[in-house]
């Protein structure tokens, strides 16, 4: 179910939050899925370390954008997001 008056109060924990409520903000956030969520969801990355893209990612994807990531020599992982009718890729960061 989209309740989408939950989104400014889940975004807010996103931010405010640490810990597991700050992931569970975000994946309300992609379960929800509308625009407006994913909009969110994306505004709260800087709120979040890095250790935490495959979070953002796999919440992006389940409000409707494709994601993938990049893995270096060392392992590091960059994520990048595919929104709903577009085809270019951006990096997450």
Request: charged share 30%; net charge positive; aromatic share 12%.
């Amino acid at each position: 179910m989209r309740y989408e008056p939950a989104v400014e109060r889940l975004e807010r924990l996103a931010f405010d939050v640490r810990g597991n409520g700050q992931t569970a903000a975000v994946a309300a956030l992609g379960k929800i899925g509308t625009a407006a969520a994913r909009e969110a969801i994306l505004r709260s990355v800087p709120a979040f370390g890095q250790g935490h893209d495959f979070w953002l990612a796999r919440a992006l994807a389940e409000s409707g954008c494709e994601s993938r990531f990049e893995e270096d020599k060392f392992r590091t992982r960059t994520y990048f997001y595919r929104l709903p009718g577009e085809e270019a890729w951006r990096p997450l960061r």
